[in-house]
């Protein structure tokens, strides 16, 4: 059966070595979208055959930040599946009989070298053209390997435990091609590419051998990753192409990189430009190295993966707003972008912003609700937090300002920004407000239609434009010139706390 009749699996495969950078989370959801829009399903593979490279915590993160990007895998270490187990260093064995495989047709072959040669390899062959000689068709001649070294003294090391390697024959004088569904056509010259090791000392594969044996084991058919993998592209093809068949071999797609203000979009960038480049936050157990997360800078994450989806993909119209429901529907692989997509953090925050307004106050309640509790503002009624949502969200780009926004609902502000006021304050406005009290104090339904006639009427009584109280009245309330209607924040607070708010701001304002 081709692979084009064959039911549509993807994976992602990362090696769980840190933090998820938003380019990986990108891969991801290419790889979502694709496998959705064609009735297939999503794996989640663990890459983990370089010990020397183990992080606690890193496989638990990625589940997290994939959760939270409601991108569940279909099979993963954590979701089991037919084709596991799904973690490389638990299928160890199964990558050894390959290597023998290749060996035995001839198209890789034992490498003996110890450390020490190695180095002096690099030193020898070094050259001005060639500053770092690689392991290749013209080195390996050189060296100590079962290409070089007699049937017997193979035999005689290997039987005497000598530690080795398995390498990959690279022919001679060969193009590698194949079709990208992104590049299209690729072509590389088999000569530059150097005889990388299939499988360590230690019995474990590398990443070349194990990607291409667990992909055909899994039955992949299609695979997205990004670019910085292409230049191993030609190692893996003529991998498939001796041990099983290039007719079998999943379809690449090498996602153009995510460029930042200088190349590649680095953490390093994020925490000079002030941006996040991690889903989640993520703290390197092994130096404390702290990077922060969108989830935690106050994105949703319909923004984040809304955002991303855009970042090297578009749908061939003006729209711009998905859902991840939209996207599988109308995401296609013509329209994925050949080239680098830069990140322009302001126009991440736009998406966020939109998302947020596009939100109902159920939907961010539980956000809204932790960013104001780990601000000391807990014990809130649920009814009144959903209503303070709505009044607000307008103004709020990451979750995070809802505390800005919204917490003089919950409390008296610290402090008024009396500066504002002072200059157009005169005894006249003050008289004006204490009559207000009064009035507020003798209403008997709390609305916001009285709360504002009364203030209109008592403006016109006292020949003052509505116009000149109203600032000082959000101030007094607010603490700032910002915030949704005023007369509606009145309302929300409450008859106490809004007569209480101006008493308390007159003195202040009039302490010269
Ligand atoms: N383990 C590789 C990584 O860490 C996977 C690359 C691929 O998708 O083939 O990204």
Not at 162 to 178: D, Q
Not at 245 to 261: E, K, S, T, V, Y
Not at 296 to 312: H, R
Request: with cysteine; aromatic share 12%.
């Amino acid at each position: 059966m081709s692979i084009s009749q064959r039911k549509v699996r993807v994976r992602f495969a990362p090696s769980p070595t840190g933090g998820l950078h938003l380019g990986g989370v990108r891969t991801v959801l290419y790889n979502y979208l694709f496998a959705k829009k064609n009735g297939g399903e999503f794996i989640l593979r663990i890459e983990d055959t370089d010990q020397t490279r183990f992080v606690e915590g890193a496989e638990q993160y990625i589940y997290d930040c994939l959760a939270w990007c409601g991108l569940e895998p279909d099979e993963s270490p954590k979701h089991g599946g037919n084709y596991g187990p799904y973690r490389q260093s638990e299928r160890k064995v199964t990558y050894k009989k390959y290597a023998e495989e290749l060996i035995s047709k001839g198209h890789a072959y034992y490498a003996f070298d110890t450390t020490e040669e190695l180095e002096k390899m690099r030193i020898a062959f070094k050259t001005e053209s060639n500053p770092s000689p690689q392991y290749d068709a013209t080195i390996r001649k050189s060296m100590k390997n079962s290409l070089t070294l007699s049937p017997d003294e193979v035999n005689n090391l290997l039987q005497s435990g000598t530690p080795y390697v398995v390498r990959i024959k690279m022919p001679e004088n060969e193009t590698i091609s194949f079709v990208d569904m992104i590049h299209e056509e690729v072509s590389f010259d088999s000569n530059v590419v150097d005889d990388k090791v299939l499988l360590k000392a230690d019995g474990m594969p590398t990443y070349h051998l194990a990607v291409v044996v667990d992909d055909y084991l899994m039955k992949i058919t299609h695979a997205f990753r990004g670019e910085e993998w292409l230049s191993s592209a030609p190692v893996h093809v003529l991998l498939w192409k001796y041990l099983f068949g290039l007719d079998n071999m999943p379809q690449w797609a090498h996602l153009p990189l995510i460029l930042g203000p200088s190349g590649k979009l680095s953490k390093r960038d994020g925490a000079k430009y002030g941006f996040p480049v991690f889903a989640m936050n993520w703290t390197d157990p092994r130096n404390n190295e702290f990077t922060e997360g969108f989830k935690e800078k106050g994105f949703l994450p319909e923004a984040f993966v809304n955002l991303l989806a855009m970042l090297g993909w578009n749908s061939g119209t003006e729209q711009e707003l998905f859902s991840l429901e939209e996207l599988v529907q109308h995401f296609s692989i013509e329209r994925v972008h050949k080239s680098g997509a830069k990140f322009d953090y302001e126009k991440a925050k736009w998406f966020n912003h939109e998302w947020i307004k596009n939100s109902s106050a159920d939907q961010l309640f539980d956000g809204v609700k932790n960013v104001l509790s780990s601000k000391g503002i807990s014990q809130i009624e649920e009814d009144y937090l959903k209503q303070v949502i709505e009044l607000v969200k307008e103004r709020c780009t990451l979750v995070s300002d809802f505390f800005e926004q919204s917490a003089y609902f919950f409390r008296t502000p610290e402090s008024i920004d009396v500066d504002a006021l002072k200059p157009k304050w005169n005894e006249q406005k003050r008289l004006f407000f204490e009559q207000y009290c009064l009035h507020l104090q003798q209403l008997n339904d709390w609305n916001v239609s009285e709360i504002e006639s009364t203030f209109k009427n008592l403006a016109t009584e006292m020949a003052i434009k509505p116009g000149e109280l109203q600032l000082p009245m959000r101030i007094m309330l607010v603490g700032g010139k910002f915030g949704p209607a005023v007369f509606d924040i009145a309302f929300h607070i409450g008859k106490e706390n809004t007569i209480n708010r101006i008493h308390s701001a007159i003195p202040k304002i009039e302490t010269p």
